[in-house]
């Protein structure tokens, strides 16, 4: 069982280079979240999807974007890449449709913007 | 005021001893709560749900005071495996999490 992984799981890129950061859960959960976190921040909500289609801004949405076409997946993409957006980034999924809001986390990937 | 607040510790106790700490909500409508631990900036994992009074998972005990809007994490014989970050999550379908309180227990 795969549960929930995230590629790649480390990636340099270049200040103004778009990049997409993959999520992919086997649970057919029906939320997805995608966090960053940063020392000091702790985890801050970027964007979540409640299902295929539906998706909705978190606290820092700036700089990013969503799509969830499958309800497996739920790529993040940031359209031109800043080093403020150098981070540890964690999607997660929830199986609220299941009774339960308990949020199952994937590896991470660790984002370096030069 | 941050929907969540964390003691950030750290908290640096020896093995067999008992640690607890705290974290704040401002939101009283706020249904769910959970701790969940992590190690050295690996994903968090899930630890415990607190969703009345409170749980006892083994030698962890969460609790929930809702008058005073807080929920507390207390450990007891602390083992070297214990060291960790302990992350506190508020929320309904959407979490708020706090920054989290580092925890090292020492031989």
């Known amino acids: 069982d795969a549960g929930i992984t995230q590629s790649p799981r480390y990636k340099i890129t270049e200040t103004g280079r778009q990049v997409t950061l993959m999520c992919h859960q086997t649970?057919?959960?029906?939320?997805m979240f995608w966090y960053r976190q940063d020392l000091g921040h702790g985890l801050r909500l970027i964007y979540y999807s409640a299902a295929a289609d539906i998706t909705d801004k978190g606290e820092v949405p700036d700089g990013y974007v969503v799509s969830r076409s499958k309800t497996e997946n739920f790529p993040l993409t940031l359209e031109s890449a800043t080093r403020s957006q150098t981070s540890v980034y964690f999607c997660a999924s929830s199986d609220l449709a299941g009774g339960t809001d308990t949020q199952y986390f994937g590896p991470g990937t660790r984002l370096t913007v030069l | 005021r941050k929907e969540v607040e964390q003691d950030p510790g750290p908290f640096n106790v020896p093995e067999g001893a008992t640690v607890a700490f705290n974290c704040t909500y401002s939101?009283?409508?706020?249904?769910?709560f959970f701790w969940y631990r992590q190690d050295c900036r690996k994903e968090p994992k899930l630890l415990m749900s607190?969703?009345?009074s409170g749980n006892e998972d083994g030698r962890f005990t969460a609790q929930l005071n809702r008058a005073s809007q807080y929920i507390s994490l207390l450990i007891r014989d602390s083992k070297l495996s214990d060291s960790a970050t302990y992350l506190c999550g508020w929320g309904d379908y959407k979490l708020s999490f706090g920054a989290g309180t580092t925890v090292t227990v020492r031989a």
């Open positions: 649970w057919s959960h029906s939320y």
């Open positions: 939101n009283s409508a706020s249904q769910s």
């Open positions: 607190v969703y009345s």
